[in-house]
């Protein structure tokens, strides 16, 4: 990997009906929770010092989110979400903006799906159509799906489409979640075929030891955006 020094990051805004904006050289800190949940991973992102056109393109819940990060010459995408709330405050002469978004939050919140199936229709088919009633978030890897020859019982499936998805995944072993606007779906307990592994040691950046713990291990490692 490349050197980790000289810290480098782009936070994108991008308004529904306005102009999109780039931060680089404010002070920005950030705190991105991820995992393999159904449950929208999560930014809490602090500008100090915005400009008057920056706080204005912050006013409308849902507008998207993308910080890439990382060091000169290898910054990356870390996070692609939807603003869920913003904050303003002062700490001395500093005015500061704390932004909290959701990956994927506006059709998790409110996207709903409402179908009536045939037995005709394999499970897989019909975990799709669930998928395509999301009008933002697009599909992912897929793995792990039921066997084409898996065919649906005749019922109706109505409610939000993400606890339609959360009844399939219970029903037929699999983990979904929303990683960078896109809906990937894993077998239960199992990693994503095909994805580099990442080396996380001394000499990449670890800060101290592993620790163990009883479902698996805590490392402290500088941002790397890999």
Known sequence: MSRQYDRSYELTIIPKDGETRTISALRVTFEITKSILSFPNLARITIYNPNKE?????????????????????VKL???????????????????????????????????????????????????????????????????????????????????????????????????????????IVPFDEPLQGSEAVLISAVTGMINSPIVTEIGADVTTLLNPN
Do not use: C, H, M
């Open 54 to 74: 920056t706080l204005a393109s912050l006013q409308k819940r849902f507008t998207s989110i993308l910080l890439n990060a990382g060091y000169r010459g290898n």
């Open 78 to 184: 870390i996070f692609k979400g939807q603003i869920r709330n913003v904050f303003q405050s002062k700490e001395g002469p500093d005015r500061i903006i704390t932004i909290y978004a959701g990956d994927g939050q506006q059709d998790w919140q409110n996207a709903i799906f409402n179908k009536t199936f045939t037995e005709s229709v394999t499970i897989s088919a019909a975990i799709e159509e669930v998928i395509a009633s999301f009008k933002e978030i697009t599909v992912g890897a897929l793995q792990g799906l039921p066997l084409e020859a898996d065919k649906l019982r005749g019922q109706t499936l109505s409610g939000s489409s993400k606890d339609v998805l959360d009844q399939f995944a219970e029903e037929y072993g699999f983990t979904w979640s929303i990683q960078d606007g896109e809906v990937v």
